[in-house]
Each structure stands twice: as structure tokens, then as C-alpha cells.
């Protein structure tokens, strides 16, 4: 760009920056940082694993935004979709035993994709809204069945289920739940079968309904689960008449390299919840999905109205994006590329591994990943002063953009980028982490 594209373009960022500094209200941010600093990047545009800025600065989007750019930016096809649908039926309510054809397709879309008998789906605008519908559900289920005292909800530490009241609640990493008179009754518990079935004993069976996990989860670190662990708490679920709810906000539509993270596996919830990727993020919408054993017993155990929608749940627009954007990713292969590219990404780990001392616990499934900094490995102590966003500071300043986890004592870098990318593409990101880790660990010396 010249002198004068330059300067306009900087114009342009300081103009709009000065203007969301007075008007908006940034998630998870600091605010001290949103009154002083504003904002670091106005992005404008995407193609593919790029994001642009509106100074024109192009970086690597490493996780996929928050983990579900899926198909990768600028796709074209998918704003049709929407444009198209809108133009027909931009919305309609599906209270009261409505429905269009958009929300029936993409229910039955999902219904062959989920394993087992997990056929009925609630739809909603997101993950926190999936997982607030799910303890509700279990809930009302247990009450309707003469057992008003199954309420409590396990999760694990380390877990991340949303930010509503009620998933905050259910969240297990701490900083989420720092606020006043979040929902009740929910507990926590290390990801071990003994302390989950201790757990059970010391609360009694009887006062629990359910048990949420994510498959591999995604914010608290991208945890894989221990050996049999599902297979595990299937059996004790079964064994206490405890329901088991599977988060699969992050992992699921292939994100893990097969349909859902929970068919890594084998085995199948009585409740999923699902968003993120089924529309790539370029529609908000999320769900529900029940097995037919449950849908049948709701429906025998009760002749009310179930009193919980959301104004758009199951819109319309949402709902043909997201059959669109399924529908490329399975027509391109791009399902089949998480697999080639979680390979490439492991090997890059390595590479790091290899080359830099200090880097363990390096963790890959399909597009999912992760790699920890430790002052010394054999003893386990790590940096005081964590290096995982130093390393995404520097990172930035040769074109990517990384997520760093420090949540719970670790110093974590996480990786799940859009499934278009390439061969090229994965070694260019590891390049930069290389010299990101290389200039960082100089100067902590």
C-alpha cells in the first residue's frame, strides 16, 4: 500500500476504534483495557484461514475464531444461503407446533450424523442456550417422573459449558463462575472415574440428574479424556439412573476427525448439545439432540406444554446456513482434510518438541490441539510468569493469532484452525510458533 492508503486506513482504525471505546461492550475482556487501549484489531474481512484488518494487516485465524470457523472465511455460498432463505421466509415462530422446512431438514440432517438413537433436536441460538435447555430438560424429566430431588448437575474441572447463568454454573473452571447467585446446585469434580463415583456416593444417587462432559475439551485446555473414561461413565450413569449429557459445542461436525467428538469413543449420551460448527459460525444457532427412548418417556409423562423456547430457536435463515455449510464440508472433503492436516499439525508439534526444551504434553485429534511450556518436564514446574501469550504476543507480530490457556496452573498453546487448510498453510503456522518460542525464550533468559 502507498503513503496515502496507509494513512487513510489508520485514519479509518482510529475513527472507528475511538467509537467502539465509547459504545461497545466487549466479551471476556479486560475493561480496563476496552476504556484505554480499545480495541487491537477491526478485522473487515476473511478468506479461507485469513483475517483482515482494516489497516489491511492479514493474519493466520489458528483457532478458527472461537473454534468454529469450520469451513474457513469468505464462503461465499453461505451468505446465498442465507440470502436466498430470507428472501422466501425470513422468519417464522416454531412455538405451539409450527415448523418450516428449513428446521426440519436440518433436523434430520443432524438425526444421521449422531450416533445412536439421538433423533430429536432442540433447537436454540447457541451453545449456552444448548446447555441451559439440556439441565432443564433433565430436570423436568426426573420431576415428572416422581424424583423432584434429581436436580444436581456434575461437571469437570477444567470444563467449559458457557456463559448463560445456568452453564456458567456448570462451568468448572473457576474464573467463569465469579459472579453473584449463578445457578445453584451444580458440582464439580476431577476427571477420574473414582472421584466422580466418590462424588455420587457422598451426594447420593438420588439427588443427582445428570453428568455433563465434553469430549475433549476445548477451553479448559484441550484435555483428551483417560483411557475408558466414557465407556466408564456410561456404565456408572446407567448404574445410578443418572442422565449424561455430552458437550459437544466445540467438538462436534467433524471438528475431532469423525462426526462428533463422543464417536471417538463409542459410546451414546442421552442428551448432546450442539452449535458451533454446524453453521461454521456464519449463523448463530445451536441444539439439543435427545435419543428417542427419552423423547418417548417425555412424551408419555406428561400432556402439558413444555414451557421453554427461545424467540429463535430453530430460525429459519440459521437453520439454511447451517445445512449449507454441512453440506460443502462433506461435498469438499474438507471432513476428510481434519484428518490429513491433525496429522501435519502433530508432526509440527514434534518438530517444536524436538527443537525447543521444555515444550510436553502435546496433544492432537483431528483439528484439535495443543502443546504446554515447562521450565523443567521431569519435575513438572513450569514458568512463574507463564509463557503461552508471550509466545501469542510475538506470534501476532509475524501474522498469527493464537489462543493461550492459563486457566488452572497451565501455560498452554491451542490449535484448531479452519478445515480448508493446507499442507503449506500448517508448516507456515508451526514457522511462526517456532520463532515466536525461539525470540520469546531468549529473552527470558
Known amino acids: 500500500m502507498n503513503l496515502s492508503v496507509i494513512e487513510s486506513a489508520q485514519k479509518k482504525y482510529e475513527e472507528l476504534a475511538e467509537l467502539d471505546k465509547k459504545h461497545y461492550f466487549h466479551p471476556n475482556t479486560s475493561f480496563k483495557v476496552q476504556k484505554e487501549d480499545g480495541p487491537g484489531f477491526i478485522f473487515t474481512e476473511g478468506k479461507g484461514i485469513y483475517l483482515k484488518d482494516v489497516r489491511g494487516r492479514e493474519v493466520i485465524d489458528s483457532l478458527s475464531s472461537l473454534w468454529n470457523v469450520n469451513i474457513g472465511h469468505g464462503r461465499a455460498e453461505l451468505a446465498e444461503a442465507a440470502a436466498e432463505q430470507m428472501k422466501k421466509l425470513a422468519f417464522s415462530s416454531t412455538f405451539a407446533g409450527n415448523s418450516h422446512e428449513a428446521v426440519i431438514q436440518l433436523a434430520k440432517k443432524v438425526a444421521d450424523m449422531t450416533p445412536g438413537d439421538l433423533n430429536y433436536t ?37 470444563s467449559y459449558h458457557g456463559v448463560s447463568v445456568g452453564s456458567s454454573a456448570a462451568t468448572g473452571l473457576a474464573p467463569f463462575r465469579d459472579f453473584p447467585s449463578l445457578a445453584p446446585d451444580f458440582l464439580y469434580v476431577d476427571s477420574s472415574i473414582e472421584a466422580i463415583k466418590e462424588m455420587i456416593e457422598r451426594e447420593g444417587a438420588e439427588n443427582i440428574a445428570a453428568i455433563i462432559s465434553e469430549p475433549v475439551q476445548g477451553s479448559g485446555g484441550v484435555n483428551l479424556p483417560p483411557e475408558n473414561f466414557f465407556k466408564e461413565l456410561r456404565a456408572l450413569c446407567d448404574q445410578n439412573e443418572i442422565l449424561l449429557i455430552i ?39 445451536g441444539g439439543m439432540v435427545i435419543t428417542e427412548r427419552l423423547k418417548e418417556e417425555l412424551t408419555d409423562l406428561t400432556d402439558g406444554v413444555f414451557m421453554h423456547g427461545y424467540t429463535y430457536s430453530g430460525h429459519p435463515m440459521c437453520c439454511a446456513v447451517a445445512l449449507k455449510n ?62 503461552a501469550p508471550k509466545v501469542v504476543a510475538e506470534a501476532l507480530n509475524h501474522g498469527l493469532l493464537g489462543r493461550a490457556i492459563i486457566y ?9 484452525p479452519p478445515f480448508c487448510i493446507t499442507k503449506e498453510e500448517v508448516e507456515k503456522m508451526i514457522s511462526i510458533i517456532d520463532t515466536s518460542i525461539q525470540k520469546v525464550k531468549n529473552e527470558v533468559k
Open 122 to 158: 432442540y433447537f436454540t441460538s447457541g451453545g449456552s442456550e444448548a446447555n441451559d435447555t439440556a439441565f432443564k430438560v433433565a430436570r423436568y424429566y426426573w420431576k415428572m417422573k416422581g424424583r423432584p430431588n434429581k436436580k444436581k448437575i456434575i461437571s469437570r474441572t477444567k
Open 247 to 285: 458437550d459437544e459445542v466445540i467438538n462436534g461436525f467433524y471438528r475431532t476427525g469423525t462426526n462428533f467428538g463422543i464417536d471417538n469413543f463409542g459410546i451414546v449420551p442421552d442428551i448432546m448439545c450442539i452449535a458451533k460448527g454446524i453453521s461454521s459460525g456464519y449463523a448463530p444457532i
Open 408 to 416: 488452572e496452573g497451565q501455560d498452554t498453546l491451542a490449535f484448531a
Open 326 to 387: 454441512l453440506e460443502l464440508i462433506e461435498e469438499e472433503k474438507l471432513n476428510e482434510n481434519v484428518n490429513f492436516m491433525g496429522a501435519e499439525l502433530l508432526k509440527g508439534f514434534k518438530y517444536l518438541q524436538e527443537k525447543h526444551e521444555g515444550i510436553g504434553n502435546l496433544r492432537q485429534i483431528g483439528l484439535l490441539g495443543a502443546i504446554e511450556f515447562f521450565k523443567d518436564i521431569e519435575s513438572n514446574t513450569r514458568y512463574e510468569d507463564p509463557l
